[in-house]
């Protein structure tokens, strides 16, 4: 599916369209699991939807970070309870959701200017 385009800051790591296997940031396409800043660089994440922890997700936060959204294509595979509660517990909120509501939520999120990062497990 693609998007309307949105006019935002040039740095801004806006999501133009995405499948159930990628997703495409500005004009390069991932087909890998990533970590997605609202700006900066798109890193790769090492974790898959099986081994993702609460330890690993409060490892990859950014100060003050205030949401976190984690975009899985089935999110029956993850055990969700110990990473909300950890995060909650910080006084961060998380989503886990399918990827097309996680890449719509991301832009959501990158136009109120938001302080977050998105997660993206296709594998």
């Known amino acids: ?11 801004t790591n806006i999501i133009k369209s995405y499948t159930t296997n990628s997703i495409t940031i500005l004009d390069k396409k991932y087909n890998y699991n990533v970590i997605v800043p609202p700006n900066k660089s798109v890193k790769k994440c090492s974790k898959n939807a099986n081994n993702i922890t609460k330890e690993f997700i409060i490892e990859v936060l950014a100060d003050n970070l205030n949401f976190v959204i984690i975009g899985i294509n089935n999110t029956g595979t993850l ?22 509501s996680a890449c719509s939520s991301h832009n959501i999120l990158l136009a109120e200017k938001r302080n977050f990062i998105s997660i993206f497990l296709f594998e």
């Open 1 to 11: 599916m693609k998007f309307n385009e949105q006019i935002l800051e040039k740095d």
């Open 79 to 100: 055990n969700k309870t110990p990473i909300i509660s950890e995060l909650n517990q910080k006084n961060i909120g998380v989503e886990i959701m399918n990827i097309s």
